[in-house]
């Protein structure tokens, strides 16, 4: 099974940087998933690493190091509407690439 | 129609009452999945269907009961529920067999209140 942990919340202005980061313990490794969730919506996919280092996407980048089972979301520029929960998600190596979701760490931005 | 979508978007139902969830999807995925979502905690993965057949079931309690009539359709059906299941219940979709960039593709959910 998997273990994955990520911080709660955290607070932001506008205009800043915010760090997220998940570790997590797994039998099994093929993947690393970040999504948004806004409030009463679905989550939507943000960023993927498989192998280690940074993958940059605009305003967010993505970070992943397999042998120390950690990753990070790093969200530039803050705009509030950037104000949601991250769910950081690792996929099994089984056939149908299960994912385990860690709780979500809730961002908020503030003027 | 594109993506996942999921129907009702609100529920209210009492504890002896049957109702169900639906969810299609138009994306030609051919894995389907459903989850719980509640406040706080992660997302509980319930049941995973592969082609069509069931393939995992998370210690479900049997008053959940899922339904995959084709690759396109998933139901939950819902009996004799109690106040903590209560949540958001959220359907997804994958392709499966292949190392997919995006893994799922979420529906927005159905949000159930049992009262």
């Known amino acids: 099974g998997q273990n994955i942990d990520q911080p709660t919340e955290m607070t932001a202005t506008e205009g800043a940087i915010v760090q997220i980061n998940c570790t997590y313990q797994?039998?099994?490794?093929?993947?690393l998933f970040w999504y948004q969730q806004h409030a009463g919506e679905a989550p939507t996919f943000l960023s993927y690493?498989?192998?280690?280092g940074l993958e940059e996407k605009g305003r967010f980048s993505s970070f992943l190091s397999r042998s120390k089972g950690y990753s990070y979301l790093l969200l530039k520029e803050l705009q509030m509407k950037d104000s949601a929960s991250y769910l950081c998600?690792?996929?099994?190596?089984?056939?149908?690439?299960?994912?385990?979701f860690g709780a979500g760490t809730q961002v908020v931005v503030t003027p | 129609e594109t993506g996942v979508t999921q129907t009702p978007r609100h529920l209210v139902m009492g504890m002896t009452n049957k109702k169900s969830l639906k969810c299609e999807q138009h994306?030609?995925?051919?894995?389907m999945y459903w989850y719980k979502q509640s406040a706080k905690k992660p997302l509980e993965l319930m049941f995973v269907?592969?082609?069509?057949?069931?393939?995992e079931n998370n210690s479900v309690p049997s008053r959940f009961s899922p339904e995959c009539p084709n690759s396109s359709h998933l139901f939950l059906h819902l009996h004799t529920l109690q106040p903590e299941d209560s949540a958001l219940y959220l359907c997804?979709?994958?392709?499966?067999?292949?190392?997919?960039?995006?893994?799922?593709?979420f529906g927005s959910g159905t949000r159930l209140t049992v009262v």
């Open positions: 994306l030609g995925h051919n894995a």
């Open positions: 690493n498989v192998l280690d």
């Open positions: 998600a690792v996929r099994d190596n089984d056939s149908w690439g299960k994912l385990q």
């Open positions: 997804a979709s994958s392709q499966e067999g292949r190392e997919s960039y995006y893994g799922y593709t």
């Open positions: 269907y592969s082609l069509e057949e069931r393939v």
């Open positions: 797994t039998s099994g490794f093929n993947g």
